[in-house]
């Protein structure tokens, strides 16, 4: 039997969205256990100041600026991860926005803006790393769904299609990809991240800022993600649901 205390040391991890919230929590769990870590986001100060935290600490990070929504700079990505460690066992597609509103608002480019990050980004995602996984006959991709992507919420439809829509990737990706890799579904509830901060409708903010006051930190969500990595690869962890103990939907 593998030892899962053991078996994340040394894997080369992708985490998108990796600047703040979900991923940099991410990061620091991996950096703990001794994975190679690939960090992108568009904010390079922050992906800067992680990597002097974490290479400080012994982790091997390197990082490149990169917006999900541009296909040539995921693809970018997955060769600067594959150059330098030569190969990619694990890919977390974190990246997301949340910029809720009721349809009537008719508030169409953030519609677009939320398929291009949560849909097309997790696209090009897996796009961008499928080929190296299918070389090396192993690979894990994470995907980061939501609540949402189970629970339709009023005043969040569009948001709760592309959280749907990322759960449908990992289920087809976990049928097509045989014994050789893994798809994990990860469906946060409400967590203290710089998510709520996208929402320009006033009444949808006021809605999310009380569902907020419940938030569990990021911590508890890079723990699940933890979790799902360091099993044996015979097994595979396709779907994690958590909230905060006191979110109601």
Request: hydrophobic share 45%; with cysteine; charged share 25%.
């Amino acid at each position: 039997m593998s030892n899962t205390q053991d078996s994340i040391k040394g894997k080369v991890v992708i985490i998108t969205g990796a600047s703040s919230g979900l991923g940099e929590a991410t990061a620091r769990r991996l950096a703990e256990r001794g994975a190679k870590l690939v960090l992108a986001a568009r904010r390079e100060e922050r992906l800067q100041s992680l990597k002097e935290e974490l290479a400080a600490k012994g982790a091997e990070v390197i990082y490149q600026v990169t917006d999900v929504t541009d296909r040539e700079q995921v693809e970018s990505l997955a060769k600067a991860a594959k150059d330098k460690f030569g190969r990619i066992d694990v890919l977390v597609n974190n990246a997301g926005l949340m910029p809720l509103a009721p349809l009537d608002k008719l508030k169409v480019d953030e519609w677009e803006q939320m398929i291009d990050v949560n849909i097309k980004g997790v696209m090009y995602g897996i796009a961008a790393v499928l080929p190296t996984m299918r070389e090396q006959h192993s690979g894990h991709v994470i995907n980061l769904s939501s609540v949402a992507g189970h629970k339709v919420f009023q005043g969040a439809a569009v948001y709760c299609a592309t959280k749907y829509a990322v759960r449908a990737l990992s289920e087809g990706l976990r049928m097509e990809a045989g014994d050789e890799i893994r798809s994990t579904n990860i469906s946060p509830g409400a967590v203290a991240t710089e998510l709520t901060s996208t929402i320009t409708d006033p009444k949808a903010a006021k809605a999310a800022d009380e569902m907020y006051k419940v938030a569990i930190e990021p911590d508890a969500v890079a723990r699940a993600i933890v979790f799902a990595i360091e099993q044996p690869h015979d097994v595979d962890i396709n779907e994690i649901i958590l909230r905060p103990t006191a979110q109601e939907l």
